[in-house]
T-cell receptor, first 117, second 115 residues
Framework: AQKITQTQPGMFVQEKEAVTLDCTYDTSDPSYGLFWYKQPSSGEMIFLIYQGSYDQQNATEGRYSLNFQKARKSANLVISASQLGDSAMYFCAMRESSSGGSYIPTFGRGTSLIVHP | DSGVTQTPKHLITATGQRVTLRCSPRSGDLSVYWYQQSLDQGLQFLIQYYNGEERAKGNILERFSAQQFPDLHSELNLSSLELGDSALYFC??????????????FGPGTRLTVL
């Protein structure tokens, strides 16, 4: 079963508009971390935002915010005031503990975001 | 710039060959992770090292091996290469091996093409 599900293979947004990229996850571990990464066409993976399972408030980093709904097991990324440079693949990831005590990361398949001028 | 370096940037080789990918973690980071990104499999965790010791293993083939050296750089060795091994290989690092809160910083990747 998929641990991280990103249901939107592609999204389009107008420049300066806000966009929400969906991510749902599956875990029985009470302690886990959720991450979003951006991968532009150049290939590098850029860390955007982190949310811990015990965090009470939604994480925010500049124009990025994470809409964390623990009961629904969703961690959607909201990008406000989209810019042309936001066009990229976006990956949701989760880290949960393994039997060895180390946190094993799992990535979703990604969402391709295209920002139109 | 994440501070994680990977060499080479591109690698083209033939089936059956062996290659070594190199990664230097961010200054102060003790833990290194290797990932494989391919079109059909997405981003797959391969293996993690912490301070020279293997810490966690993911979907790593037996033909692949890795190690972390005393200076903390890591190498991923891929042998008996097949066409399906063509992918982007990433290295990431964190300060410590444990904890779900650690943010992984990724290197720029090595693009491997097997012909």
């Amino acid at each position: 079963a998929q641990k991280i599900t990103q249901t939107q293979p592609g999204m389009f947004v107008q420049e300066k508009e806000a966009v929400t990229l969906d991510c749902t996850y599956d875990t029985s571990d009470p302690s886990y971390g959720l991450f979003w990464y951006k991968q532009p066409s150049s290939g590098e993976m850029i860390f955007l935002i982190y949310q811990g399972s015990y965090d009470q408030q939604n994480a925010t980093e500049g124009r990025y915010s994470l809409n964390f709904q623990k009961a629904r097991k969703s961690a959607n990324l909201v990008i406000s005031a989209s810019q042309l440079g936001d066009s990229a693949m976006y990956f949701c990831a989760m880290r949960e503990s393994s039997s060895g005590g180390s946190y094993i990361p799992t990535f979703g398949r990604g969402t391709s975001l295209i920002v139109h001028p | 710039d994440s501070g994680v370096t990977q060499t080479p940037k591109h690698l083209i080789t033939a089936t059956g060959q062996r290659v070594t990918l190199r990664c230097s973690p961010r200054s102060g980071d003790l833990s290194v992770y290797w990932y494989q990104q391919s079109l059909d499999q997405g981003l797959q965790f391969l293996i993690q090292y912490y301070n020279g010791e293997e810490r966690a293993k993911g979907n790593i083939l037996e033909r692949f091996s890795a190690q972390q050296f005393p200076d903390l750089h890591s190498e991923l060795n891929l042998s008996s290469l097949e066409l399906g091994d063509s992918a982007l290989y990433f290295c990431a690092s964190t300060p410590s091996p444990l904890g779900s809160t650690d943010t992984q910083y990724f290197g720029p990747g090595t693009r491997l093409t097997v012909l």
